[in-house]
């Protein structure tokens, strides 16, 4: 069985492809391995505009079942998708100029989606609201949060430092653990001190990384770094607020109503996000 090196030499072979008449010399080209699903991905990207992309045959020409999945991605955006099979064996396609707004639509959309798209964070979030409080006290936590996640996010994303996802992924799920020991902690006592900012500040610098993870799936082009980076934070930050508003006015107005309700709301959710988190800590772990 091939390493992933020897794996990604091997592919880049046969893969008889040629940008702008010339074999690319790919920058940091990625493998991905999805034996789940049968599936090589194989990326490369480069630093300038290409003109003209040809993929001359598919990676396994010999076996007429063999398909090869071509995606071309410009400016973050999906300009073209091919399917290479014996019918279809070759591709010659050029490339086009996408704006950036278009940009910033498709990576807004995409933060939007990776918040909705993983349950951690989104149970984070509920995390730090579900003891209520002030309003002051609202926003300083969902604030603090989205400054240390742009942080990282940045930091990540624009190759400064990104941690292994093998790291990061358990940390997110400890977060999660965390904020639930904390509300149980302070769960029917008056304490004087709010530290739910500190912990969505803390927590928050890891959420971004992992934030970066979600980005580098797509792709981060470099003709519009910066619309790109900030769309997918807008992205994030609409999903965030999104689900604060649909949850922190019901839970202000059940704790006013029904305190002694709101009280068990809060003892059984925390419970059950911590339950959560401890069991994707673990899966993460071991999957790593």
């Not at 598919?58 to 007429?64: F, K, T």
């Not at 742009?150 to 624009?158: M, V, Y």
């Not at 900012?197 to 610098?205: D, E, K, M, N, T």
Request: with cysteine; charged share 15%.
């Amino acid at each position: 069985m091939m390493n992933p090196t020897e794996l990604g030499s091997a592919l880049k072979n046969r893969l008889h492809l040629q940008i702008d008449s010339a074999i690319p010399d790919f920058i940091q080209p990625n493998l991905i391995l999805d034996p789940a699903n049968d599936l090589i991905i194989w990326q490369g990207r480069l630093n300038h505009a290409v003109r003209m992309c040809d993929v001359e045959s598919r990676i396994y020409p010999e076996d007429a079942a063999s398909r090869t999945v071509v995606t071309m991605i410009r400016d973050g955006v999906v300009f073209q998708e091919s399917l290479l099979d014996s019918s279809h064996p070759d591709l010659k396609s050029d490339s086009r100029h996408v704006s950036k707004l278009v940009v910033a639509g498709t990576y807004i959309r995409e933060g939007i989606l990776h918040i909705f798209g993983g349950p951690d964070h989104i149970l984070f979030v509920l995390g730090l609201l579900l003891l209520g409080g002030t309003l002051k006290s609202l926003i300083k936590t969902v604030t603090a949060f989205t400054i240390a996640h742009s942080i990282t996010l940045t930091i990540a994303a624009t190759g400064i430092w990104n941690p292994s996802p093998h790291i990061v992924e358990p940390l997110i799920a400890l977060s999660i653990v965390a904020i639930a020991i904390e509300n149980l902690r302070r769960s029917g006592r008056v304490v004087k001190r709010d530290l739910r900012p500190l912990f969505a500040f803390g927590f928050g610098l890891i959420h971004g990384f992992g934030f970066a993870g979600a980005l580098a799936e797509v792709g981060l082009p470099r003709e519009a770094m910066g619309v790109a980076l900030a769309s997918f934070n807008i992205g994030v930050e609409l999903g965030q607020v999104t689900i604060v508003l649909a949850a922190a006015p019901s839970l202000a107005l059940l704790a006013i109503k029904r305190p002694v309700i709101n009280s068990r709301l809060v003892f059984a959710g925390s419970a059950f996000i911590g339950i959560c988190g401890a069991f994707w800590f673990i899966t993460r772990v071991i999957a790593s």
